[in-house]
């Protein structure tokens, strides 16, 4: 399971604030919208990302594998993303 959140744009810098990419939507590598990025998980040791959290429609059953429902929101490992891409909004 392969998921989207910015692919870099030549014209812009590299580096993203948080703010920019907070609500991107989230989808597989298939094109199927997961819901959009909430939160991102931190082990406070290492200060890298642990998870993405992804905040998805009350009602919805989804299914990723390797991912953890929490309420309405999809922790997918951080592992698991192959880019960000923001013209998914």
Do not use: C
């Amino acid at each position: 399971m392969e998921n989207a959140v910015a692919k870099p744009n030549p014209h812009r810098r590299e580096e993203k604030l948080w703010s920019e990419i907070k609500n991107y939507q989230v989808a597989t590598n298939n094109a199927r919208i997961l819901g959009v990025l909430d939160e991102l998980i931190i082990n406070e040791k290492t200060g890298k990302i642990v998870d993405i959290a992804v905040k998805i429609e009350s009602g919805r059953n989804i299914h990723v594998k390797g991912a953890k429902r929490r309420g309405d929101l999809l922790l997918i490992p951080f592992t698991k993303l192959r880019k960000l891409e923001n013209s998914l909004l």
